[in-house]
Nanobody, 127 residues
């Protein structure tokens, strides 16, 4: 079992930055690819980006590419989501998730491949 806890959310003005953290306990995160998702009120959960178990590969949704950066520190059992140039449409609850199956069979963008989820952290961007 892996327990994931997100932190770092908050209220920020458009154009600002936030860094979210996802801390794991119970098992080492180095065995898992990690994803970040978000869900705005009334909308489906949306893939934000992901990172391979080693950190060598990262991938992002088009909506955040160039603004968001995912990194990980396996020694600290933590994954990060650096969010820059935030927009009001980035407002959502952000979740991290761990996957042990190499994003099989649906792909890393699909929430169904992830085994463990955090409880989420709210990000609100004001205009």
């Amino acid at each position: 079992q892996v327990q994931l806890v997100e932190s770092g959310g908050g209220l920020v003005q458009a154009g600002g930055s936030l860094r979210l953290s996802c801390a794991a306990s119970g098992r080492t995160l180095s065995a898992y690819a990690m994803g970040w998702f978000r869900q705005a009120p009334g909308k489906e959960r949306e893939f934000v980006g992901g990172i391979s178990w080693s950190g060598a590969r990262t991938y992002y949704a088009d909506s955040v590419k160039g603004r968001f950066t995912i990194s990980r520190d396996n020694a600290k059992n933590t994954v990060y989501l650096q969010m820059n140039s935030l927009k009001p449409e980035d407002t959502a609850v952000y979740y991290c998730a761990a996957d042990s199956s190499y994003c099989s069979p649906y792909g890393c963008h699909d929430p169904r491949v992830y085994d463990y989820w955090g409880q989420g952290t709210q990000v609100t961007v004001t205009s």
